[in-house]
């Protein structure tokens, strides 16, 4: 029969006065199983259950196809099953809505509307009730109707891998190939009658992104995070109170815009150095590390009157006669942690005798995975693609900066690392001068919140930007849930399509 031309195209839920057409509709698409069409009875049973699982696509008035589905409980796939029992031979006893699974039990298009991609416009369908019941995911028993030219040469097995490789075409694993299933397992004795697939089945599956395992806690999991970047001015302070009277203005003024973080610059409390700029380098530098402990405990209680998770930039620190450099993530629940310089630059240990720290690890928040890396850190690509194994959304860069040329680098190398780990960068620095400090003389910074560069995103990949060398706030919004889509969807996907068959790596001593 000719292929009938696109007309009105409508998709809707299969009602039970659509059964004499949809009949027929089966017969007529599986012409090669004889008797393979469901009964009156089963359908009543279907819709009375689940109705918002049966769906019919109709063209120019006529039902051109149609899915069916139940939800299932995800023990149900361990070991074999076969379309008996998924279905309770029929009765879809297994079918609950306290189930976590999504599983299609039939899908097709009569032949003559084949071509015009309405299986796909079922298939969407499917993946978005599956996001609306909160489900993780859609399973289902694919037939592989063109094996029986190829049994006699070659298994179940070797005959999909040659259909992933394109050696072989089969209509419907090609289809389930190209709608973002991938197989699972071989599965014997599936459909009872289906001699075009030998009664071999491939078992798919498509992984729901957005799933969102149930929480008993009074707490919901953020999609859309408010930064609140700090492009703080280098100026002279008479003491600590002045500076943190300082700091605390901005966290004021990003938490009145509901900001989820503060992100402060590295080494952003350098102007009461001045205090100690008759020593040497050495010596001022740890001066200024007896006010670190003083000041993490006053952003702490900013944090939480605040109701803020502050990123505290960086600030020396003394441990065991050792100068390192570490910054603190003060978090809203009043809880502290830190994070460590790992790569120190060679002014920074000529100069100042730093040692590079020890510590690499991901951070839980409220707000979902983030990472932090200061300054020089970014411009290691290896550091941040370990954060984005453990699962970071945000990598956040407190930075500091001399030249225009030192900037350029920190910033190219941020937007490298959110294009291959498919993360937001959030990266604020100091600008000003301080002519009573040796060594930070000048700063030179435009702090910015950088994203992938894929269709959801800014196309040049920057979300928000400062003005170059001015104090100010920056608040920007980012949307965790478009990193999950550029995951699955992207036009180039950086994290999925590494050769780990050629390269491994691994983080020698995780926290």
């Known amino acids: 029969m000719d292929q009938v031309q696109a007309g009105n195209i409508t998709l809707s839920y299969l009602k039970i006065s659509d059964y004499k057409e949809l009949k027929a509709a089966m017969i007529d698409s599986y012409r090669s199983m004889a008797e393979a069409y469901w009964r009156e009875n089963q359908i009543e ?22 899915a069916l589905s139940i939800v299932v409980n995800e023990d149900l796939l361990e070991g074999e099953h076969t379309y008996k029992d998924i279905t309770s031979d029929f009765t879809f006893e297994n079918h609950t809505y306290e189930g976590d699974l999504l599983y299609g039990i039939d899908v097709f298009i009569k032949p003559e509307f084949r071509g015009l991609r309405l299986g796909r416009r079922l298939y969407d369908y499917r993946k978005e009730l599956c996001e609306k019941l909160n489900l993780k995911g859609i399973v289902f028993g694919g037939r592989i109707p063109n094996y029986h030219k190829h049994a006699d040469k070659m298994t179940p ?31 014997r004795n599936y459909l009872e009658g289906d001699a075009s697939s030998g009664e071999f089945a491939v078992l798919l599956e498509w992984n729901n992104i957005f799933y969102e395992k149930p929480n008993k806690k009074a707490t919901s999991k953020k999609t859309i995070v408010r930064l609140g970047l700090i492009q703080w001015q280098m100026r002279l302070y008479e003491n600590l109170d002045e500076l943190m009277q300082q700091a605390e203005y901005f966290v004021d003024a990003v938490s009145a815009y509901r900001s989820d973080f503060a992100l402060f610059p590295e080494l952003f409390n350098a102007p009461l150095m001045a205090e100690f700029n008759h020593l040497s380098e ?22 939480v009157s605040y109701n803020i998770n502050i990123i505290t930039g960086s600030m020396p620190k003394i441990k065991d006669d050792k100068l390192y450099n570490v910054g603190y993530l003060c978090k809203r629940d009043g809880s502290i942690e830190f994070y460590e310089k790992l790569h120190i630059t060679p002014l920074e240990s000529r100069v ?17 995975k983030i990472g ?11 550091i941040s693609r370990l954060l984005a194994n453990q699962g970071v959304d945000i990598l956040f860069v407190p930075f500091l900066t001399d030249t225009q040329n030192g900037y350029s680098r920190v910033r190219h190398c941020a937007m490298a690392r959110a294009i291959e780990n498919e993360c937001y960068v959030a990266m604020a620095g100091s600008v000003g001068n301080l002519p009573k400090v040796h060594n930070m003389d000048m700063q030179y910074a435009q702090s910015m919140v950088i994203t992938p560069c894929d269709f959801p995103f800014p196309s040049n990949g920057i979300k928000a930007e400062a003005t170059p060398n001015t104090e100010m706030t920056l608040i920007a919004d980012v949307d965790v849930s478009l990193l999950r889509e550029l995951n699955e969807f992207g036009s180039v996907r950086n994290l999925k399509d590494r050769r780990t068959d050629l390269f491994e790596l691994r983080q020698i001593n995780p926290v």
């Open 45 to 66: 049973i279907l819709l009375d259950k689940f109705p918002e699982g049966q769906v019919v696509i109709r063209v120019n008035d006529q039902l051109a196809g149609c």
């Open 157 to 187: 097995k070797e005959y999909l891998e040659k259909v992933k490789l394109k050696e072989i075409y089969d209509p419907v694993l090609n289809f389930q190939l190209a709608n973002d299933f991938h197989p699972a397992r071989i599965m």
């Open 282 to 303: 050495a010596q001022a530098i740890r001066g200024l590390a007896k006010y670190t402990d003083e000041i993490v405990q006053r952003f702490a209680k900013l944090s």
């Open 352 to 368: 100042w005798g730093m040692q590079g720290g020890t510590q690499l690890k991901a951070f839980d928040t409220d707000c979902g």
């Open 372 to 382: 932090i890396l200061i300054c020089y850190d970014v411009e290691f690509p290896e």
